[in-house]
């Protein structure tokens, strides 16, 4: 196995571990990110005056299943960039293009991911609440920077040996 192969498993074992570890914490304490998103949906932090409270989404129940949608797809892209990694270990020794190949379950995880990350956290957190406005409760930048590490990792696997 060259070096280039092996830095590309550890880059998406990385991946998964970061991310199974999000899941750990959102199911071992539940309640300190579900404060979160009860506080952005809510959008009881955002400035005074928003002429876009009619947006927020304050009843408990809409609330709770929202946050175990987050928290299944990301133990689905948890899952899928573990199930990555091992397809990509069994394929460390193996010819270019089975390598390649090994390398569809990180592209479907990186898939979910951005829809995650981007479109639930940045997209529609940051733009429709408005968590841009919540000096307390604004997790933009994390998930920027997740998607960029997502993306950044993604694009250096998918590309071909040699």
């Not at 959102?26 to 990110?33: F, G, I, M, R, V």
């Not at 133990?75 to 569809?104: C, H, I, N």
């Amino acid at each position: 196995m060259g070096g280039v192969r092996f830095a590309k498993i550890l880059m998406v074992a990385s991946l998964a571990l970061y991310v199974l570890l999000v899941v750990f914490a959102n199911l071992t304490d539940y309640n300190s990110n579900f404060i979160y998103l009860r506080h952005v949906v809510s959008m009881d932090t955002t400035f005074p005056g928003n002429h876009m409270m009619y947006r927020a989404i304050t009843s408990p129940v809409l609330q709770q299943a929202m946050y175990i949608v987050i928290i299944a797809l990301e133990a689905v892209v948890g899952a899928l960039f573990a199930y990555a990694t091992w397809r990509l270990w069994q394929a460390r020794a193996a010819s270019d293009a089975d390598f390649a190949a090994a390398k569809a379950p990180l592209v479907v995880g990186a898939t979910v991911a951005f829809f995650l990350w981007f479109v639930i956290f940045l997209a529609i957190g940051g733009e429709w609440f408005v968590m841009w406005q919540s000096s307390s409760w604004n997790g933009q930048e994390p998930a920027f920077r997740f998607v960029v590490c997502i993306l950044l990792i993604t694009m250096f696997v998918t590309q071909k040996e040699g």
